[in-house]
């Protein structure tokens, strides 16, 4: 049975932090879903009501340009070891940029990734917890190198000129606002 809580709780918090990856959906009022799945050390919880999220380079910019348009994001965990669950977080997310004020704030949470991109703050309004009986088991065994590779090998600035050439318009034709 599905629980509701407005706040994270420490079981939740706990819960959050054994996981390895976990999932991003948003959506502007009309056009694409996106969902789009996250790993690495990208998420951190910042207080009962508030996560933040590094997002790294990648090949669209789907969630800042949906962002603009309407801030609903919905983040989910679910464990695919030992005790079923799905922990989702409903929210209203704001994007931090490297000319914002907060970026300097959150750079010094993560890890200093040359292809981060954004971070996302997201105001919690509601916690949901289910079973998450139907979600398989599934064996972690690393994370992959392959997106921090590729931006070590082209620098900040080559990763600023792929911003420019592949992450300012999204799916649906919107403006993403990396270089705003």
Known sequence: MAEKF???SERHIEFIQQQHMFFVGTA???GTVNL???GMDSLRIIDDKTVAWLNLTGSGN???AHLLRNNRMTVMFCSFEKQPLILRIYGA?????????KWEKYQQCFPGFVGTRQFYEVSIDLVQTSCGYAVPFYEFKGERPTLTKWADTKGRDGV???????NQISLDGYETGVFD
């Open 6 to 8: 407005d706040t994270l």
């Open 28 to 30: 502007a009022a009309e």
């Open 36 to 38: 789009s799945p996250k």
């Open 62 to 64: 789907e969630t800042a």
């Open 93 to 101: 997310a704001e994007a931090v940029h490297p000319r914002d004020e």
């Open 160 to 166: 600023e000129a792929y911003w420019r050439e592949s």
